[in-house]
Every structure is written in C-alpha cells, then in structure tokens.
C-alpha cells in the first residue's frame, strides 16, 4: 500500500501563488507516475499534472500550462505542485494520486491511479 498526504492549500486572492506538496510513504517503489487532480463542487475530478518518477517528464492539463510546475523530491519522496497566476476557476479540492506500473493506461485518466490523498481545498477568490 502507499499513503499519500497532501498540504499547503488555502485561501488566495486571483493571481495569487500557493505550493501544494504531497508525502508518500508505504511500497511507493510499485509506482511510477505522481499526479495532481481536482475536483470543484459539481464537476468531475479532472487531471492537472503529473510526473513520471524516472526521469522526470512532466505533463500539463491546457488548462494549466505555463502557470503550475510539478517538480518531485526524489530524496524526500514529495511531489510539489507550484500554483501561479491563480484564477477564481482555480478553485477545487485537490488530490494527489499515484500510479502503479501495472497500470498501462492513459496517465490523464484517474481512473489509472491507484492511491490517493485525502485532498486539500485551494480558494481562488475574485
């Protein structure tokens, strides 16, 4: 099993900063992708980034690119998500996920992670 903990949400003003982090504990050597969804009241959890543990490419929803980075600490088994020039429709839960690698799948899909954070409540406001 592997365990997920996310921190660092909060309430931001619009065009704001925040860092996410996520800790992973547990038999993380079975995965091989980290990734940051979110999910808003009323709308399906939808993918924001990720990372592959093993060199290190990264992946960007359209939504968020060129204003989030996901960058991992391979030392301290952390994924950090840096959030910029936040918007209002920013605003969500966001969870942290872990893929395993018998999944084979779409890494955009959260139907190919197997564990999951808690979540962490990001405020965007106007």
């Known amino acids: 099993q592997v365990q997920l903990v996310e921190s660092g949400g909060g309430l931001v003003q619009a065009g704001g900063s925040l860092r996410l982090s996520c800790a992973a504990s547990?038999?993380?050597?079975?995965?091989?992708?980290r990734g940051w969804f979110r999910q808003a009241p009323g709308k399906e959890r939808e993918f924001v980034a990720a990372?592959?543990?093993?060199?290190?490419?990264?992946f960007y929803a359209d939504s968020v690119k060129g204003r989030f980075t996901i960058s991992r600490d391979n030392d301290k088994n952390t994924v950090d998500l840096h959030m910029g020039s936040l918007k209002p429709e920013d605003t969500a839960v966001y969870f942290c996920?872990?893929?395993?690698?018998?999944?084979?799948?779409?890494?955009?899909?959260?139907?190919?992670?197997?564990?999951w954070g808690q979540g962490t409540q990001v405020t965007v406001s106007s």
């Open positions: 996920a872990a893929k395993a690698y018998r999944r084979v799948g779409d890494l955009f899909s959260a139907t190919q992670y197997d564990y």
């Open positions: 547990g038999r993380t050597f079975g995965t091989n992708v």
């Open positions: 990372i592959r543990w093993s060199g290190g490419t990264t």
